[in-house]
């Protein structure tokens, strides 16, 4: 039976004749130590297990019943435990402590989650962490993770709601919630039953209508805005992204152009995509003829703009709500994402089969479909889609008896 309690060492004290209070693991008539961060100034501070003969003694006491609740707990969710030797236990006790050292609440957990994005150069993503950190504060305020159950998410989804978040914000905030729920289970931080998220559904918000038509394109295309440094910032960004397979802006500004070919990873599934990672595309000349007036010696596109990515992506969508008024296109649809959402749509209507639009936009290519497994796209194919979704633009009359046949088949099938 293995046994947890307070104490010192009083043939071991330290450099500076200190000595610490540990939690002595008993088991299999062994002993193992837990440092804890109590030391005292002299042995005789200690007395029965407890701290005596301090003007602190009160409060280091409470603090250290604290510490050793906190293992005791732990060493219950150990299932049989008895068997353990007192070194295995010692180091399942002290596994959490090595991974969140720092952790005391919920709100801690997270900071470290932001902290290491931030270390890793996400800062878009540390940032929008940050954002739901601001907003799950102002609702709960600093949470210990003992509370971190399905009563306090219902709570912050009910305050989400009453202070008018959309189904698009919730979605957002409960998932980052959700997303370091899971670590913090998985970690040992957060023991219950039943999990947080159990009651509560994430909201699916209706996807936004984004994409263009045909003759809105044509448009951005054949109108002179050489008049005006926004507008054909904004069209030749607009363009870029089209011409390039619906490329995202966080890819655009670090990829190399210097060849007529690119290969990359999509910096947004870098992470959490295992297969079907690397895109690799031709540049067609439409892209090339854009690229040729933003690129610099070293390949990549210059800006001369002296902000950050974040606020130059801004000012683009800026220029882009500037063209669609111009231009008279519902400017409410008109933004950077649009190029990708068109291009998109597109592919679809003229029967670009989905696994190859998937690889052009970096997307996951569904591998639980047994063909998917043994078929995979090649860059050619690629290249013809992008290719034939350009043609389409420039000539859709070309196109419309496929895609009314394309349509009445389609029909057919229902």
């Known amino acids: 039976m293995a046994t947890l309690s307070l104490t010192i060492l009083t043939s071991k004290p330290t450099k500076l004749g200190k000595y610490p209070i540990y939690v002595c693991i008993c088991a299999q008539r062994n002993r193992e130590y837990i440092k804890t961060e109590y030391q005292l100034d002299d042995a005789c501070q200690w007395y029965e297990g407890k701290v005596v003969a301090r003007h602190d003694a009160t409060m280091m006491n409470k603090r250290l019943l604290f510490e050793l609740k906190k293992y005791k707990d732990r060493l219950q969710y150990i299932e049989n435990y008895e068997f353990y030797s007192a070194k295995q236990l010692k180091a399942v006790l002290t596994q959490q402590d090595k991974v969140a050292p720092d952790v005391r609440t919920f709100n801690d957990f ?43 998410i219902e709570h912050f989804d009910s305050w989400l709601k009453r202070h008018g978040h959309t189904d698009g914000g919730r979605q957002i905030r409960l998932s980052h919630i959700k997303a370091r729920v899971n670590e913090a289970i998985k970690l040992g931080l957060i023991r219950c039953e039943k999990h947080p998220f159990a009651y509560t559904k994430i909201p699916t918000p209706e996807p936004r209508v984004l994409d263009i038509t045909v003759e809105a394109v044509r448009k951005i295309i054949n109108t002179d805005v050489s008049y005006s440094r926004q507008l054909t910032l904004g069209k030749d960004m607009f363009l870029l992204s089209f011409y390039l397979g619906g490329m995202n802006f966080a890819d655009l500004v670090e990829i190399d152009f210097s060849e007529e070919e690119i290969d990359y990873i999509r910096k947004k599934s870098s992470e959490h995509k295992k297969k079907n990672r690397r895109i690799a595309i031709s540049v067609c000349p439409e892209a090339a003829t854009i690229l040729s007036k933003y690129t610099g010696r070293d390949g990549y596109i210059q800006f001369n703009y002296k902000y950050t990515l974040g606020n130059l992506q801004r000012y683009i969508n800026k220029c882009m709500k500037l063209l669609a008024k111009e231009l008279n296109i519902n400017k409410g649809k008109l933004t950077y994402y649009s190029a990708r959402k068109t291009f998109a749509q597109f592919a679809a209507e003229i029967g670009i089969p989905y696994p190859i639009i998937e ?44 895609i009314e046949m394309r349509n009445q088949m389609q029909m057919m099938m229902m």
């Open 110 to 152: 997270m900071r470290q989650r932001i902290q290491e994005r931030k270390e890793e150069g996400k800062e878009s993503h540390a940032k929008m962490l940050e954002d739901t950190m601001k907003v799950f504060e102002a609702a709960e305020g600093e949470v210990p993770m003992i509370l971190m159950n399905h009563i306090t």
């Open 359 to 402: 690889y052009c936009l970096g997307h996951s290519i569904k591998t639980g479909i047994t063909i998917n497994s043994y078929v995979r796209v090649k860059q050619y194919q690629a290249d013809a889609a992008i290719r034939r979704v350009i043609d389409y633009v420039n000539d859709p009359e070309v196109f419309k008896p496929y």
